[in-house]
C-alpha cells in the first residue's frame, strides 16, 4: 500500500517494489508459522548460481522468547536496541563452496541478497515488513547454532508488522523511521560505453 515511505521513482514499477522500506518500529503482532512459511518458500525460489541455494536460516520468533533470546543477542547492540521489538528474528549463513565439486562459490552472498530480495517482495505483498542487518557477531552465531567450517554467518533479517514511529526514542532512529527514502539518480548508477558515463540523461 502506497505511504509516506514508497519510493518516488521515475518510471512505474510494481507496487511491492515501491512500497517496500526497512522500518524499526515494529507492533506487537506475531506473524504467523503459515505466513512464515510463505516467506522463506519465496526466498527458496530465488535463482542462484549452479541452482547451488547456497543461502541457510536460523529462525527465532517471540513464539518462543528463550530462542528469540539468544538470536537477538547475536545482533550489534544498536540493533538489537529496535529489533527486539519485532516478532521474528532470522539470522542468514552462507555455503562458502559449492556441493558438487567443492570449489568456492564466488556468488554465495550474491545469491542470499537475491533469496532475501524474494522473500522482502512476497514479505511487502503480505503487508509484512522486513529489515535487513549487517550489524551481526558472526563468531557468536557460530558459537550459539554451531555453524561448521565451511559456512559463514552474513545477515540478519528483523521480520514483523508495522509499528508507530512515535515507540522509537527520539534520536536518529526516529529521524530515519519519518524521512522520506531516497536513491542516487540512475545516471550515476547505469552507465554505457566507459565508466561513468550514464547510459540514461536523466
Ligand atoms: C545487507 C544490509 C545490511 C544492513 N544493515 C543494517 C544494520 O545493521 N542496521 C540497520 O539499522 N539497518 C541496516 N540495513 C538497512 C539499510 O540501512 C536500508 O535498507 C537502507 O537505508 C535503505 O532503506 P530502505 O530499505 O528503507 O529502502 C541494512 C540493509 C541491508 C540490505
Known amino acids: 500500500m502506497r505511504s509516506f515511505k514508497s519510493a518516488e521513482t521515475t518510471t512505474e514499477i510494481l507496487p511491492v517494489i515501491r512500497d517496500r522500506w526497512s522500518p524499526r518500529a515494529f507492533s506487537a503482532k506475531l506473524v504467523t ?3 512464515l512459511l ?12 549452479f541452482n547451488e541455494q547456497p543461502w541457510r536460516f536460523l529462525i527465532a520468533t517471540k513464539q518462543n522468547p528463550e530462542e528469540f533470546a539468544r538470536a537477538l543477542a547475536c545482533l550489534v547492540p544498536a540493533n538489537q536496541e529496535w529489533a527486539r521489538h519485532a516478532p521474528v528474528l532470522v539470522l542468514t549463513v552462507v555455503k562458502d563452496a559449492f556441493t558438487k565439486n567443492g570449489k568456492p562459490n564466488r556468488c554465495a552472498e550474491h545469491d542470499l541478497g537475491l533469496a532475501l530480495g524474494n522473500l522482502s517482495v512476497q514479505a511487502t ?3 509484512i515488513v522486513v529489515h535487513q542487518m549487517g550489524g551481526i557477531e558472526p563468531e557468536r552465531i557460530r558459537e550459539t547454532y554451531g555453524v561448521p567450517d565451511g559456512y559463514h554467518p552474513m545477515t540478519a533479517v528483523a521480520i514483523g508488522y508495522e509499528g508507530d514511529a512515535s515507540s522509537l526514542p527520539d534520536g536518529w532512529t526516529k529521524e530515519s523511521e519519518l524521512a522520506k527514502r531516497t536513491r542516487r539518480p540512475l545516471r ?10 550514464p547510459f540514461f540523461e536523466s
Open 33 to 35: 508459522t503459515d505466513l
Open 125 to 127: 505483498a503480505e503487508g
Open 188 to 197: 550515476e548508477t547505469a552507465f554505457s560505453n566507459s565508466w561513468n558515463t
Open 38 to 49: 510463505k516467506l522463506l518458500e519465496a526466498a527458496q525460489w530465488a535463482a542462484s548460481s
